[in-house]
């Protein structure tokens, strides 16, 4: 964690009053684990971003990877693209050790964050699912490590406990969103979580998965709106070239916007109250 800096932070430099005059702390001071949240696009990340202000890149990253946030708790938000292969390549990147003005870096929390579909009819757009185990297609199992036992009171927005499967695309069709979660036990779904949680695992990483129902699993995707998504991040080229093959499309895509605005603003407020709640001073690690 960075030093606790009430006054002020400047990229790479916090400067606190310790009763003798002021000192500079270097990046290089830092005791690089600060945690690392991982989301897929940045339509997920906006709101969180907006609390946990951007203030210094990480080169040599394979995806975009800034350290944000205040200086008593400062976390490094990567934007992995979409699916398992850019999961993992951000995932091996960060689990190796990489070096920021000569210190390595090694997160001691990895967040899987980001939209999910609800796989069980109780859930509403905008409900925030965090997870206690994670699980695949082909049935592997992970607990999640993070939070443990959360401290006592109500959250707002409330936590939904529960199991997260992760599957290689977009499911779209409302009777295979209530089949998965028939035969997996899940309540939710996404494309990245399995991915962070094994590699997590093998390195003996904490991890932890907070995630926002972006569809309720009785909202059918048509096939030509899984299509488009399927890629991650819609080119205007490629947008427009969907809209005139199919007209209605239009009203979809308004409302997964409508929903995702939703979404991305429950989530942020979940994790700027679930990292400030139970991570300053690694306490609950």
């Excluded at 939710?188 to 309720?216: K, W, Y």
């Excluded at 409302?255 to 603003?265: F, V, Y």
């Amino acid at each position: 964690m960075m030093v606790p800096c009430p006054l002020s932070f400047v990229p790479g430099v916090c400067a606190k009053d310790k009763g003798q005059g002021t000192r500079d702390y270097r990046v290089t001071d830092l005791a690089f684990q600060d945690p690392c949240l991982l989301f897929a696009l940045r339509r997920e990340s906006s709101p969180f971003l907006r609390d946990f202000r951007p203030h210094q890149r990480f080169p040599g990253a394979p995806c975009w990877a800034r350290f944000g946030g205040p200086a008593w708790l400062t976390v490094l938000v990567l934007e992995t693209g979409v699916g398992t292969e850019r999961a993992q390549t951000a995932l091996n990147w960060l689990l190796s050790g990489p070096v920021l003005e000569n210190v390595p870096y090694r997160p001691k929390l990895v967040l899987s964050a980001g939209f999910s579909g609800a796989l069980q009819d109780r859930f509403n757009v905008g409900d925030i699912i965090l997870a206690t185990e994670v699980t695949d297609s082909a049935g592997n199992r992970w607990p999640t490590t993070w939070p443990g036992e959360l401290p006592a009171g109500e959250w707002r927005p409330p936590l939904h406990r529960g199991r997260l499967l992760t599957v290689p695309q977009v499911v779209g069709d409302p009777r295979e969103k209530r089949a998965l979660g028939e035969k997996h036990d899940a309540v939710a779904v996404d494309m990245e979580t399995a991915t962070v949680a094994r590699l997590c695992s093998q390195r003996n990483v904490p991890f932890g998965c907070v995630r926002a129902i972006s569809d309720r699993v009785d909202t059918p995707l048509s096939p030509r709106l899984v299509a488009l998504l399927s890629g991650g991040r819609v080119s205007p080229l490629r947008l427009t070239a969907a809209i005139v093959r199919s007209p209605g499309i239009v009203r979809e895509l308004w409302m997964l916007a409508k929903h995702t605005r939703l979404a991305a603003r429950q989530l942020g407020t979940a994790l700027g109250e679930l990292l400030t709640l139970t991570l300053p001073g690694g306490e609950r690690l």
